[in-house]
């Protein structure tokens, strides 16, 4: 069986499903809630026992992943964007376990979507350095290295041209916000990634978030020599990456 269950846990819902990790495949319908203005760890937990349990289907207990827009470390989130503050240094792998009745698998929303884009999709057997990246109301990223995912990597806050934190310049978020036409963000996009291609000399660059879904729209716009595609998974990618990992990496 390489079915589990993924959450995301995302700035303005909270989305599960059941994954096929072999294929990412959704294999249920996929079920969401509205982020609480104040995403604190007790109301998103609740949120997320009701959304499994919305999933569950009776045939056993499948192991459940939750993506989180937070570094974590050991089951400990020790940032927290787009969620509330009390996250950070939270034991919320513990927290989430506890209220699930199973061990919870936590990865960070921009790793579990490096995972996702690795094992099957857009990165899957790339050699060398692949840097996936998700456009939202953040830039996440992902490191991947061969098969191996580098955790804990936070691109999207690198200081360029004077931007202190590059994510609020040129995130989706970013776009919407200033009214930049597809040209202009290309021009911001551009920056971003030509210094992660100096910093990193990756062999590609995949670009994901709900936005790649249009990426026939801006990817062309982005000036740099590293290979760059469009992310497989979009907006599912926390969803199926969170229970691929959750499945690698269950207690037996
Ligand atoms: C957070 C990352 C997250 C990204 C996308 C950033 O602000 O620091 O941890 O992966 O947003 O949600």
Redesign the pocket.
């Given at each position: 069986m390489a079915q589990a269950i993924g959450v995301d846990v995302?700035?303005t819902s909270i989305k599960a499903a059941v994954v096929d990790t072999l294929s990412g495949e959704l294999r249920s319908e996929r079920v969401q809630a509205a982020t609480p203005a104040q995403a604190t760890p007790d109301e998103v937990v609740e949120i997320v026992a009701a959304l499994v349990a919305e999933l569950q289907t009776g045939s056993g207990e499948l192991p459940v992943g939750v993506a989180l827009?937070?570094?974590v470390i050991d089951g400990i989130t020790k940032?927290a964007?787009?969620i509330h503050a009390s996250w950070i240094g939270h034991p919320a792998a513990a927290h989430f376990s506890q209220a699930l009745c199973r061990p919870v698998t936590l990865i960070?929303?921009?790793?579990a979507a490096g995972w996702a884009e690795s094992i099957s999709g857009s990165a899957k057997g790339q050699r060398g350095l692949t840097v996936v990246t998700?456009l939202?109301?953040?830039?996440?990223?992902a490191l991947i290295y061969d098969d191996m995912l580098i955790p804990g990597s936070?691109l999207?806050?690198l200081e360029i041209d004077g931007h202190p934190d590059y994510?609020r310049f040129a995130s989706s978020v970013a776009r919407e916000r200033d009214g930049l036409d597809y040209a202009e963000w290309g021009i911001r996009l551009t920056r971003f990634y030509q210094t992660l291609e100096h910093l990193l000399s990756p062999s590609l660059f995949v670009v994901g978030g709900g936005i790649s879904s249009v990426a026939d729209q801006f990817l062309h716009l982005i000036d740099v020599e590293t290979p760059l595609v469009a992310a497989r998974f979009h907006e599912h990618a926390g969803i199926v990456g969170a229970a691929g990992y959750a499945l690698a990496h269950r207690e037996v």
């Open positions: 995302g700035g827009p937070s570094v940032s964007a787009n960070n929303d921009a790793d998700t939202g109301t953040g830039i996440g990223s936070e999207g806050h994510e």
